[in-house]
T-cell receptor, first 114, second 116 residues
Framework: EAGVAQSPRYKIIEKRQSVAFWCNPISGHATLYWYQQILGQGPKLLIQFQNNGVVDDSQLPKDRFSAERLKGVDSTLKIQPAKLEDSAVYLC????????????FGNGTRLTVT | AQKITQTQPGMFVQEKEAVTLDCTYDTSDQSYGLFWYKQPSSGEMIFLIYQGSYDEQNATEGRYSLNFQKARKSANLVISASQLGDSAMYFCAMREGRHNFNKFYFGSGTKLNVKP
C-alpha cells in the first residue's frame, strides 16, 4: 500500500509570511493527525481529524494556524503569519480504524522561518 | 502529569551488544496501547513494535522486544545485537481512547548511538 504522502519536503520562509502543507493519508485511514516536532523533542499533536470532522485541536494556535480536511481524505495545514518559533518539522500521520493500528507517518515538511 | 516519560536523553551501546531504552507511562484507562518508533537522522518515523494493555506476552519483532511491566507502568524497548544502523532517536508512544477517537501521546525520545 502507498504510504502517507506529504509535500513540500522543505520550506524556507521569512517571518510574517504564510505557508501551507499538504497531506494525503493511506487509503482507508479515517483518522488523520498533524504533529509539530521541534528539533530534539517528541512530536506534539496540533490537530486530529476523524473523516472530515475535528476531534482535537486543543493545542493548535488558532490565531495563526488553520487546518482542513474537506472531503475526509487529504488535508492542508496553514500558518499565517509565521513566527520564528514555528521552525520545526510538520508531520502528518494516519491510522486505520482498527483500535490497535499504529500511526503511519509521512516524511514530514521541514519548515525554517527566518 | 506527563503521559509518557523517557528519562534517557542519550544512550551509547557497543555494536553487537543489547540495549534497553526506558519508557514509563501514565493512564487510568484499562485499555491502551504502547508503541515504539525509530526516527533516523533522515527524519521519517518508523513503527517498530506494539504492545496492547491486555496482552500477557511481551511483544517481539525480530531484534526488538518490549519488556511490558503493567504494574510498574513501564514499557521498555530492548534491542538485541545492536547494529550501526540502529543509531537514531527512539520514541515511546501510548494510545488511549475509544475505538474511533484514539489519542496518541509521545515521549521526548532517547538518542541511541551505536559504537563500532
Amino acid at each position: 500500500e502507498a504510504g502517507v504522502a506529504q509535500s513540500p519536503r522543505y520550506k524556507i520562509i521569512e517571518k510574517r509570511q504564510s505557508v501551507a502543507f499538504w497531506c494525503n493519508p493511506i487509503s482507508g485511514h479515517a483518522t488523520l493527525y498533524w504533529y509539530q516536532q521541534i528539533l530534539g523533542q517528541g512530536p506534539k499533536l496540533l490537530i486530529q481529524f476523524q473523516n472530515n470532522g475535528v476531534v482535537d485541536d486543543s493545542q493548535l494556535p488558532k490565531d495563526r494556524f488553520s487546518a482542513e480536511r474537506l472531503k475526509g481524505v487529504d488535508s492542508t495545514l496553514k500558518i499565517q503569519p509565521a513566527k520564528l518559533e514555528d521552525s520545526a518539522v510538520y508531520l502528518c500521520a494516519s491510522s486505520h480504524p482498527i483500535r490497535d493500528s499504529p500511526l503511519h507517518f509521512g516524511n514530514g515538511t521541514r519548515l525554517t522561518v527566518t | 502529569a506527563q503521559k509518557i516519560t523517557q528519562t534517557q536523553p542519550g544512550m551509547f551501546v557497543q555494536e553487537k551488544e543489547a540495549v534497553t531504552l526506558d519508557c514509563t507511562y501514565d493512564t487510568s484507562d484499562q485499555s491502551y496501547g504502547l508503541f515504539w518508533y525509530k526516527q533516523p537522522s533522515s527524519g521519517e518515523m518508523i513503527f517498530l513494535i506494539y504492545q496492547g494493555s491486555y496482552d500477557e506476552q511481551n511483544a517481539t519483532e525480530g531484534r526488538y522486544s518490549l519488556n511490558f511491566q503493567k504494574a510498574r507502568k513501564s514499557a521498555n524497548l530492548v534491542i538485541s545485537a545492536s547494529q550501526l544502523g540502529d543509531s537514531a532517536m527512539y520514541f515511546c508512544a501510548m494510545r488511549e481512547g475509544r475505538h474511533n477517537f484514539n489519542k496518541f501521546y509521545f515521549g521526548s525520545g532517547t538518542k541511541l548511538n551505536v559504537k563500532p
